[in-house]
């Protein structure tokens, strides 16, 4: 597709402009009529002029630079790519000159190239926390494992310019918007990429899915501007695309969208749509099935970035304001061709969604509450490196049409039929490289498992000769991925699945190291949530020495260090806002192998709350006892333990008895099983201005249980207690 209609924005030129455009000259003059012509977004004529100046010696980084960003302008990502790959090689290259040579390579379906580029740019953009890698070759794998989902063909309507842009008139008609030359005298042609102005069109739907006897559409719809893309509305009206004949601020023509009725065979007419506006714009109209929602989109101000899709609800024969349909749709990219299709499922094409390069189509399903949350890409070969967009499908949602620059084709854009033969389903996956943690580089043919929250077996494989490896993965679960390879300790990464919607997938690396020495390793959780604490730190303490091996939790809350033998260790687990934690380890009896720390101690982190209370399960007494029993001495020294790791904080613990109790009996009992705690945990070294311990009574009960209060004994006694909580941070 033609970036002009890809980013909405249109600088119009007749076709005859001055001649000569000094055609002699030097290649600084060259360069100056470019910046012109790039400064008004004729990309063409501005490509053509930074040729001449090349080709007269001018190689220098702007001029270069500048063919770079017209060729991918102009949608050619085959040059792009070759000037890109010049560009990056500056000193002073900048992250946007990365990004745009990945997307020049992925255009041009060099998925692993294009992946090495996008994850250098993701470092130099990445302020802080683990490396982002953009998993281009794994997203590459997973639209392309199902091709037999569509059939694809090709139209008889097609013609050596573009093509695109399919509606439904009716169920055997299809109109379509065509740069074919079918003019007479003087033409009028786009300065972005120099092609001729759109028209309207419609052909016969044959059942075999093909086009056929093209027509201009009837009526006066067509303009000497850019016209179309366009909807049917189910009222029989037409609402079209068209450039705006009003100029913005800075003299540049922008799309808007117009209103016709239906008139004959044809259409008559050219109201404006009330959203319209000449400093933005408005086009690539789309209807619901029973009226209600007007989709477009825009590049007006406010939304996430390039051009997003937009939404206007019927209010009673007048569209309500615009709503973006938010980040679950739209994106930093370039949001395009929306279509709903009649069972509610909206289409568009994306440039900022994981794709195959260039717009790729996308699918995506209104929540219950009218939000669309995420989108899923259709796959393979409907998507390619290519553009494809303007997806539509007929009321059974097996057939219809796209539009597509594939090569192969008719010239530019073109149509193309489709036949869907089963629904599109979304697909998690986990997937990575196993590494040799000593050489860095990736290990093929490791043996590799999916072991869900329990340990148990979900899925085996090998990974592949680039050391990849892939799994599918439900939402909503925690799973560890192993790696197991001769000489080597077997390797272990963990994962959840909360957020894998949005994301599709998640990506953990599996490192390996010799299988000589000993290691600690482990994976920090949060209790009570689903998935694994990343950015926890992780200080090893040598009780000798007092060396310090400080490391930082991966996303998958994952740890692993070398641990000197016949020596003591303490291991502290510390995260802003968590209480920290503290596990002894030893190596006196072991001269090798691997200490997986999450089965001898709980690794879950507790959030900070100040104020909450804190149940303790094994403090319990009964009848009239203050004796602690060895279970709530053991949750005791768990407790002494969480203070005197979280030397900030200030503890209070509370001692509540049972309802059924008169009140002075109960303050005496409490206060004499207050004392007994605050005994033992002095014991442990805790210190009184960092720890209370109050005897309540039956003033604070769980229910309104209470003396003279007809209760059951279990109502009463669930009042007797024993809790904790923080009252405060040092420097708070």
């Known amino acids: 597709m033609k970036a002009s209609t890809l980013h909405l924005i249109i600088a119009l030129a007749l076709a005859l402009l001055p001649g000569a455009l000094a055609a002699q000259g030097n290649a600084q003059a060259h360069t100056r009529i470019a910046d012109g012509f790039f400064q008004r977004m004729a990309y063409a004529q501005a490509k053509a002029e930074y040729q001449k100046a090349a080709d007269l010696g001018a190689m220098n980084e702007h001029v270069v630079k500048r063919l770079a960003e017209c060729s991918m302008k102009l949608g050619d990502t085959r040059?792009?790519?070759?000037?890109?790959?010049?560009v990056v090689k500056f000193l002073n290259r900048e992250p946007m000159d990365l990004y745009m040579y990945a997307q020049a390579l992925k255009g041009n379906g060099k998925y692993a190239e294009a992946e090495e580029w996008m994850d250098r740019y993701l470092a130099m953009t990445q302020t802080q926390g683990e490396a982002r890698k953009s998993n281009i070759v794994d997203f590459a794998n997973k639209f392309t494992s199902s091709r037999d989902r569509f059939t694809v063909g090709e139209v008889s309507c097609n013609s050596d310019g573009d093509d695109m842009g399919a509606a439904w008139d009716g169920t055997d008609r299809v109109i379509f918007c065509s740069a074919r030359d079918t003019t007479v005298g003087i033409q009028w042609r786009s300065a972005w990429d120099?092609?001729?102005?759109?028209?309207?069109?419609?052909?016969?739907?044959?059942?075999?899915?093909?086009?056929v006897g093209a027509v201009?559409?009837?009526?006066?719809?067509?303009?000497?501007?850019?016209?179309?893309?366009?909807v049917v509305a189910p009222d029989g009206s037409l609402w079209y695309t068209r450039t705006s004949s009003t100029r913005s601020k800075n003299n540049v023509q922008r799309l808007s969208i117009l209103h016709a009725a239906r008139d004959g065979d044809g259409w008559r007419g050219s109201d404006p749509f009330l959203y319209n506006n000449?400093?933005?714009?408005?086009?690539?109209?789309?209807i619901s099935a029973d009226g209600r929602w007007f989709f477009f989109a825009s590049d007006m101000p406010g939304g996430y970035g390039g051009t997003d899709i937009y939404v206007c609800e019927d209010r009673g024969g007048q569209w309500g304001e615009p709503r973006n349909l938010g980040p679950g749709v739209n994106t930093a990219g370039n949001e395009l061709f929306p279509f709903m299709a009649a069972d509610g499922t909206l289409y568009f094409a994306s440039t900022g969604l994981p794709g195959l390069g260039g717009l790729d189509i996308f699918a995506s399903q209104r929540g219950v509450n009218g939000e669309f949350a995420f989108a899923m890409n259709v796959g393979a070969p409907v998507n390619g490196p290519k553009d494809d967009f303007g997806f539509i499908i007929d009321a059974s949602n097996t057939k219809g049409y796209f539009s597509s620059n594939r090569p192969g084709g008719h010239g530019g854009d073109d149509l193309y039929s489709f036949?869907?033969?089963y629904p599109l389903e979304q697909q998690f996956l986990c997937t990575g490289t196993v590494f040799d943690d000593d050489t860095g580089e990736p290990m093929p043919d490791v043996e590799m498992t999916l072991l869900d929250s329990s340990g148990a077996l979900v899925a085996s494989g090998r990974s592949d000769a680039q050391g990849r490896y892939s799994f599918p993965v439900k939402e909503n679960a925690e799973y560890a991925v192993r790696a197991i390879a001769p000489g080597h300790y077997d390797g272990l990464a963990h994962l959840g699945t909360a957020d894998i919607r949005s994301r599709q997938i998640v990506a953990r690396d599996v490192h390996l190291v010799p299988d000589a020495g000993i290691w600690l390793r482990g994976a920090v959780r949060y209790r009570g949530v689903l998935g694994f604490a990343e950015g926890v730190k992780v200080s090893v303490v040598n009780l000798s020495s007092f060396f310090s091996d400080v490391h930082t939790t991966g996303a998958g809350g994952d740890f692993m260090v070398r641990l000197q033998p016949n020596e003591q260790f303490e291991v502290v687990f510390e995260k802003p806002d968590y209480f920290s934690m503290s596990v002894p380890v030893s190596t006196k009896t072991l001269r090798r192998g691997v200490i997986e720390l999450g089965e001898v101690a709980d690794l879950r982190l507790d959030p900070v709350q100040i104020g909450r209370a804190m149940p303790m399960k094994y403090v319990r007494w009964s009848g009239?006892?203050?004796?602690?029993?060895?279970?709530?001495?053991?949750?005791?020294?768990?407790?002494?333990d969480r203070i005197q790791v979280n030397p900030t904080l200030h503890f209070e613990v509370t001692v509540h008895a049972g309802t059924k109790m008169a009140a002075d009996a109960a303050l005496a009992l409490t206060k004499a099983r207050a004392k007994a705690v605050e005994d033992y945990l002095r014991s442990k070294g805790i210190r009184k201005d960092h720890l209370t311990v109050t005897g309540m009574g039956i003033t604070k009960p769980l229910?309104?249980?209470?003396?003279?209060?007809?209760?059951?004994?279990?109502q009463h006694a669930q009042n007797e207690r024993v809790e904790y909580a923080v009252t405060g941070v040092d420097g708070l």
């Not at 053991?634 to 002494?640: I, P, T, V």
């Open 194 to 211: 120099d092609r001729p102005f759109m028209d309207l069109y419609r052909a016969q739907r044959q059942p075999n899915g093909d086009l």
């Open 216 to 230: 201009p559409l009837p009526g006066n719809v067509n303009s000497k501007f850019h016209d179309g893309p366009a």
């Open 278 to 286: 000449p400093e933005c714009s408005v086009g690539h109209p789309a």
């Open 79 to 86: 040059e792009g790519e070759i000037w890109y790959a010049q």
């Open 703 to 714: 229910n309104p249980c209470g003396p003279g209060v007809e209760c059951t004994d279990g």
């Open 419 to 421: 036949i869907m033969h």
């Open 624 to 640: 009239g006892d203050n004796t602690l029993s060895p279970q709530a001495k053991a949750e005791l020294d768990q407790l002494a």
